[in-house]
């Protein structure tokens, strides 16, 4: 439940050095880069190292290498890079291109042989339907002054043929009908070709083409076609079973490849952000302070490099990264943080309030002992199948669960269990108090957050004249505790004076928080344009005071579910009433089905509309940097 402390480290080492310092200790490590150049802007005869990249196509050749031979799903690019066989890059070349040349020749004779065994099939095609036709085919190819044709043509336009045939000059030959053609040749005198190809064509015949390498009668040429193809594809199967064999005595050395290169490829990433003189190297970057124990002693038993680490207060050139971590309870509500923005380094984590609060705030709206089981055993599948809303849900439905039994509800039904607490519609007005109760303890605890994060910020104007800091906390407290005596009583707990001295002086401290800062900071009191200043800052005052009171009659909401959610169950039973026998029971099982799908989902976006417009807007910043370490990203 925290912010993973972090150390900045700078390394300087022998120029000569740098590919096998970066493949030794940089690409496989924790570091999150930075740009070396601008930190180290005093340093003479500094540049960097270019963009060029000379690895990145042997990533590329093992890809298209192991996509040829069917192993791209071998890859792994979630997993850390390891290889069994570290190759270097002069290896890498050299296998790929044996590799490359030996696949190649499998292929290419596997799909010329393909090629071949595609044409005797179409040949065979055209054969079958030739089959009754008792005329040597190389004979079709001799004629000198005759054309001839075969194809198809609809049933319909065959029969519209017969009427004229006697008409045509051409002779017809029909050798096979199928269910909507009939397949036919005709012979014709090459002078009336284009007349009687047109009159063809109009009735919708289809050419197909006879190869010129048949011979025979069509049965003769069959016969010879389907041997021809049976000691092909016997021929296949055995290119096939090499390219297989090959495959597999080779897949782990292509994997191999790979990751090696893939490696080796990680480095141009360390060059992005590395920068050289003739003699040195300069990395730098930001590393967990528990990584860095590891890399210390590695650095120290290495000659060629120099290092310091420093820590992240004493940096003033870059903002250190932000990386949560949280237990198992709170890490999926990590999902609500990251969709706002992350915590700058210096900022409490707020995961564990977020999922305190979230749990109390659905709880409260959506309070159901059968309905939270539910939402549980969803939240649990879901999880299974590792989706991320899975854990929340589980939350979501643990809370349901226990203020089901505070307000003693079992699927709808108030008769099962008697209440821990109340029934929330026979007691309206409690429950709405009770909202407005809740987001006044919530409101507090995020002004309470907000002074926390100034201490760690060492931030006094947000301590104390902030309208989150303390001058907030104080007004908010004293129109809140004035406003309760005064509905109870009639009157402040104190006198009219001096409740209008506590609800003033804050206010004025708020009023004044920038030339209280000026101030701190030893500055000019007053903004030269005193006018503008105090126009500005009224409007802002007023917002402010108002933004206190919106916010926590917003918290009403909380209530108002919780009877929304009693009142929908009540027209479920009415409607159950209607029905009758199994109807009865549908309406209530469907009634609950919906009531979770639908009311569930506006419960949960309600609850986190709260959390970011109530809460996280008076201590959250969220303008922090994501965590990104050279091993977890991918650079292909």
Not at 113 to 120: I, L, P, V
Not at 475 to 485: E, M, R, S
């Amino acid at each position: 439940m925290s912010v993973l402390k972090m150390k900045f480290i700078s390394i300087i080492g022998q120029e000569d050095y740098f590919e096998e310092f970066a493949q030794k200790y940089i690409i496989d490590s924790s570091i999150q880069l930075e740009n070396a150049l601008s930190h180290l802007e005093a340093v003479k005869g500094l540049s960097p190292y270019g963009s060029e990249n000379p690895y990145y196509d042997l990533v590329t050749r093992s890809i298209s290498l192991l996509n040829s031979m069917g192993l791209g799903n071998k890859i792994n690019t979630n997993k850390e890079y390891s290889p069994k066989l570290q190759f270097s890059a002069d290896d890498i070349r050299r296998e790929l291109d044996t590799l490359e040349q030996a696949f190649k020749e499998y292929k290419l004779n596997y799909e010329n042989m393909k090629e071949q065994f595609n044409k005797y099939t179409h040949m065979k095609k055209q054969l079958e339907l030739l089959v009754n036709l008792d005329i040597d085919i190389e004979n079709f190819f001799e004629f000198e002054f005759i054309k001839f044709r075969f194809g198809r043509m609809p049933k319909k336009s065959y029969e519209q043929l017969q009427l004229f045939m006697a008409d045509l000059d051409a002779i017809i030959f029909p050798v096979s009908r199928d269910k909507d053609s009939v397949w036919l040749v005709y012979f014709t005198p090459r002078r009336f070709g284009e007349k009687i190809d047109g009159i063809f064509s109009s009735l919708y015949f289809e050419r197909v083409r006879i190869s010129a390498e048949l011979s025979g009668t069509p049965a003769e040429a069959l016969t010879q076609i389907e041997e021809k193809m049976s000691d092909l594809q016997a021929e296949l199967k055995t290119v096939e079973k090499a390219i297989k064999d090959f495959t597999d005595n080779n897949e782990e050395k292509m994997l191999d490849l790979y990751y090696s290169s893939v490696r080796l490829n990680r480095i141009s990433e360390v060059r992005k952000y590395a920068a050289h003189t003739v003699e040195s190297f300069y990395v730098m970057g930001w590393i967990p302070e528990e990584e860095l124990k590891t890399l210390v002693p590695c650095l120290d038993a290495d000659e060629k490099v120099l290092y310091i680490h420093e820590e992240p207060d004493t940096l003033k050139t870059s903002q250190p990264p932000t990386e949560l971590r949280n237990n198992k309870i709170f890490k999926p509500f990590e999902m609500f943080i990251r969709m706002y923005g992350l915590p700058s380094y210096n900022e409490i984590d707020p995961t564990a309030f977020v999922a305190i609060t979230y749990f109390i705030m659905f709880g409260l709206m959506f309070g159901d002992v059968g309905q939270g089981l539910v939402l549980f055993a969803g939240g649990i599948i879901l999880m299974k199948l590792k989706v991320a809303l899975g854990g929340i849900i589980v939350g979501a439905g643990l809370s349901s669960t226990i203020f089901g039994f505070v307000y003693g509800s079992v699927f709808g039904f108030e008769d099962w269990i008697a209440p821990l607490w109340i029934n929330p519609m026979e007691n309206i007005n409690t429950m709405l108090v009770t909202g407005i109760i809740v987001g006044f303890v919530l409101i507090t605890s995020a002004i309470f957050l907000n002074i926390a994060n100034g201490i760690k910020c060492r931030d006094l104007p947000r301590i104390l004249f902030d309208k989150n800091g303390v001058a907030g906390l104080v007004f908010y407290w004293g129109l809140g505790i004035t406003a309760l005596f005064i509905l109870k009583n009639g009157k402040p707990l104190l006198s009219v004076g001096l409740t209008a001295i506590i609800l003033l002086v804050p206010v004025v401290v708020i009023f004044f928080k920038e030339p209280l800062e000026n101030l701190i900071h030893r500055k000019r009191f007053l903004p030269p344009n005193k006018g503008i200043f105090f126009v500005q800052t009224f409007f802002e005052l007023f917002d402010t005071v108002l933004s206190f009171l919106s916010n926590s009659i917003s918290f009403i909401r909380l209530s108002a579910f919780a009877l929304n959610h009693a009142g929908l169950f009540m027209a479920v039973f009415i409607l159950s009433e209607m029905a009758e026998g199994a109807g009865s029971v549908a309406a209530i099982v469907i009634g609950n089905i919906l009531i979770i799908g639908l009311e569930g989902l506006i419960v949960g976006i309600q609850a986190l509309r709260l959390e970011y417009y109530e809460l996280f807007s008076r201590f959250f910043t969220g303008d922090g940097r994501p965590y990104k370490p050279l091993k977890n990203q991918n650079h292909l």
